[in-house]
């Protein structure tokens, strides 16, 4: 009878370990990766993040949709929402050698999400949403 019972709980933590591994949301991001986009590279922070902008236009389409694994060529195909696009926009700034992350902002019913990218040296960072791009650069106060 012990046997048993410890045999259905390895079960069920295998069951349970595999369900939230599925639909675990940094899990989501693998699968947006970033195709040709060479004339993006070798460029400081915000003429990188205008680049990427500006290859989003072409095809963004923002459609609210559940979040299950998404391919670029999906998102192109069907839309996608803030999360969608800016996990596409973390990796491409990653892609690019620039360091990015993801910033939600949750409400009371609902939530947005952004990327931030920033380069090496902290000097400049942007913040990619949807299609705006702000950027600030830092400068040395020599006061």
């Given at each position: 009878?012990?046997q048993?019972?410890?045999l259905?709980f390895?079960?069920i933590?295998?069951?349970?370990s ?5 639909f675990?949301?940094?899990?989501l991001?693998?699968?947006l990766?970033v195709d ?5 590279s070798d460029?400081?922070v ?6 990427m ?16 694994v ?7 195909k069907y ?5 969608d696009?800016?996990?596409f926009?973390r ?8 360091k ?21 040296e ?9 299609l705006d ?6 400068e040395?106060?020599?006061?």
């Amino acid at each position: 009878m012990k046997q048993q019972i410890i045999l259905i709980f390895i079960f069920i933590v295998l069951v349970v370990s595999t369900y939230l591994t599925f639909f675990d949301y940094n899990k989501l991001e693998i699968s947006l990766s970033v195709d040709n986009v060479s004339e993006c590279s070798d460029m400081d922070v915000s003429h990188t993040a205008k680049c990427m902008r500006n290859y989003v236009k072409e095809f963004y389409n923002y459609i609210e949709r559940a979040d299950f694994v998404k391919t670029l060529n999906d998102i192109k195909k069907y839309g996608g929402d803030c999360y969608d696009y800016s996990i596409f926009y973390r990796n491409m700034a990653r892609e690019f050698g620039f360091k990015s992350k993801l910033v939600k902002i949750n409400g009371k019913d609902n939530g947005h999400t952004f990327a931030i990218m920033w380069d090496n040296e902290l000097n400049q960072y942007c913040k990619l949403d949807l299609l705006d791009v702000d950027c600030l650069s830092f400068e040395e106060d020599e006061n």
